[in-house]
């Protein structure tokens, strides 16, 4: 495993394949630096998957599928049948509440059994491709979703302007490219709300513990040039009582056959907030995030990580030494607090009564 210092000013690809290995970002370092992981060896994707150096959960699909055509090309799964085995267990299970790791996982396996390295890396490719693709679908779709909800607020405030510039779209955690390959899922149709001239601001929510949203999100932000303000977690449901957003738009790590969606912790909250406020509450994820082998939320795995990320921040203690903490990483929030769900192919009208 390698790293460099590099600085980008366009588009930056989160996660791919380049000279034999696994390309990052390495997220942990944002936003002070810019540093690209270069990966060739199993054991140090799933370390970097673990400590959150790739994450959200279509980059760690796509992070998955080229650990697959790193398996293989390390072990061979035809020669090492045994060690392949145990290698692609091992990513597929680095972090559980991500359906997407997992599936995307079980896409390439088997291809790599049947085809070798190189046919593992053409299935990881397509992949990249489709997550590319989807995102710009849903930052579309999301955006035209966002424009018709919110346009009695545009009415109300914006006089003669057909289209002004007044939506406030508030947000959890990072769903941009850096949680997908490039754009994201709700902060593309953030992106796309932006680009249109439709956004008033983005109000991220800065998601405790590991910060996500005040270290990824406002980056992403600032390089789209998107005006935005930053605030704690604990503000968004007075911030929606106040009148302050128009819509909230969160991304998924796993939404449920009955439309129940897990996603970083304090998106729940977020959700009773809006629904309190009568504000519009917009999941944004790509078809591949639904899993319909899991039929509601209560039988989503949820990921509990280590308490140290509660007790201390970024390496400084801010509790007492020995306190202990409890740490999910997600929360479920239930379908009927959930307006629309915006995907790649469709979007699905829950508060209309429509179903996945
Ligand atoms: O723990 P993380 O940073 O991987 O959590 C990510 C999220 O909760 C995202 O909202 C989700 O994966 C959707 S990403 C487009």
């Known amino acids: 495993m390698g790293s460099t210092a590099e600085h980008h000013e366009s588009k930056i690809r989160t996660v791919d394949w380049v000279d034999d290995a696994v390309l990052l970002v390495d997220q942990t370092v944002l936003p002070q630096r810019v540093e690209m992981l270069r990966i060739d060896r199993v054991a140090d994707l799933v370390a970097a998957i673990v400590r959150l150096s790739v994450r959200g959960a279509p980059a760690l699909g796509v992070a998955g599928a080229y650990g697959v055509a790193l398996a293989a090309s390390q072990h061979g799964p035809t020669a090492d049948r045994e060690a392949f085995d145990g290698a692609v267990e091992s990513i597929r299970t680095a972090r559980p509440t991500a359906v997407n790791l997992a599936l995307m996982v079980d896409r390439v396996t088997p291809v790599a059994v049947a085809g070798g390295f190189e046919a593992a890396l053409a299935e990881a490719d397509r992949i990249r491709d489709e997550e590319l693709a989807a995102s710009v679908a849903m930052g579309d779709a999301g955006a035209d979703l966002v424009a018709e909800l ?155 990580r280590d308490g140290d990320e509660v007790t201390g921040v970024r390496g400084i203690a801010i509790a007492p030494e020995g306190t202990e903490a409890v740490n999910p990483a997600f929360d479920v929030t239930p379908v009927g607090l959930i307006t629309a769900l915006v995907t790649d192919r469709r979007v699905v009208r829950f508060d209309r009564g429509e179903t996945l």
């Not at 991220?204 to 005040?214: A, F, H, N, S, Y």
């Not at 917009?282 to 509990?304: R, S, Y």
């Open 150 to 304: 919110v346009a009695g607020a545009g009415a109300r405030a914006g006089g003669a302007d057909a289209e002004p510039a007044n939506i406030r779209a508030m947000t959890i955690c990072n769903t941009g490219g850096l949680a997908t390959v490039e754009r994201g899922t709700a902060l593309a149709v953030i992106q796309t709300l932006h680009e249109r001239g439709r956004l008033a601001e983005a109000l991220p929510v800065e998601t405790r513990p590991l910060l996500q949203g005040g270290r990824l999100t406002t980056w992403e932000l600032r390089r789209m040039g998107a005006p935005h303000r930053l605030l704690v977690d604990s503000a968004a449901p007075f911030l929606l009582a106040r009148g302050q957003a128009d819509v909230v738009l969160i991304g998924a790590d796993r939404v449920a056959g009955n439309g129940d969606t897990a996603n970083k912790i304090g998106s729940f909250g977020l959700a009773l907030g809006a629904a309190h406020a009568g504000v519009p509450f917009i999941v944004v994820a790509p078809e591949t995030t639904i899993d319909l082998q899991t039929l509601t939320g209560a039988d989503i795995e949820i990921e509990d």
